[in-house]
């Protein structure tokens, strides 16, 4: 068992959709744990800070808007392997390669409008934890 704590955000389509609870229920039946959670709107210096990796590419700022447009959820997520297997249960960026019974396949629109964030690796969980909690706001399972 590796124990790992992994970031997530549904997106301002999702969340404008009343999506927060049916993707809630598919994390916690996949045996993640929720252990910080909020709502808030990005602002346009949030946003750019977060995905500062994507800076120049053609969708940086299409994406920049959209996660602005609207509020979104983030929490940290807890299990075994919850970096991988949180990916894994998001599906590709694009919905239309991502797989059956994905979050993707099941609730983004688009490559842009695709619902959900997650971390890629031990160390962008990390930095996009440490962007949004303190340790004070995760509270572990006893
Ligand atoms: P990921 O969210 O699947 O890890 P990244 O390549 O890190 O994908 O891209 C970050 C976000 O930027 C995507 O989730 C999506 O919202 C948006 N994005 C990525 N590639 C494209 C694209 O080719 N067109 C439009 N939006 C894109």
Redesign the pocket.
């Known amino acids: 068992m590796t124990i790992e704590r992994t970031f997530s955000i549904v ?1 301002p389509d999702a969340v404008g959709r009343n999506q927060i609870g049916a993707i809630y229920h598919r994390l916690e039946s996949a045996g993640l744990t929720i252990v910080a959670a909020k709502m808030l709107r990005l602002t346009e210096q949030q946003a750019q800070g977060f ?1 500062a ?2 800076e120049g ?3 940086y700022a ?2 920049i808007e ?1 996660m602005t447009s609207g509020p979104v959820m983030v929490q940290v997520l807890e299990g075994d392997n919850a970096i991988t297997r949180y990916r894994e249960l ?1 599906g ?2 694009n919905p239309e390669e991502a797989a059956c019974g994905t979050l993707r396949a099941d609730y983004a629109e ?5 619902a959900v ?2 971390s ?1 690796s031990p160390e962008s969980a990390a930095r996009e934890i440490a962007y949004f909690f303190s340790d004070d706001e995760i509270c572990p399972r006893d």
Do not use: C, I, Q
């Open positions: 997106k995905y990796e994507h590419k053609p969708f299409p994406l959209f998001m590709k960026t688009s490559t842009r409008l695709n964030h997650g890629d």
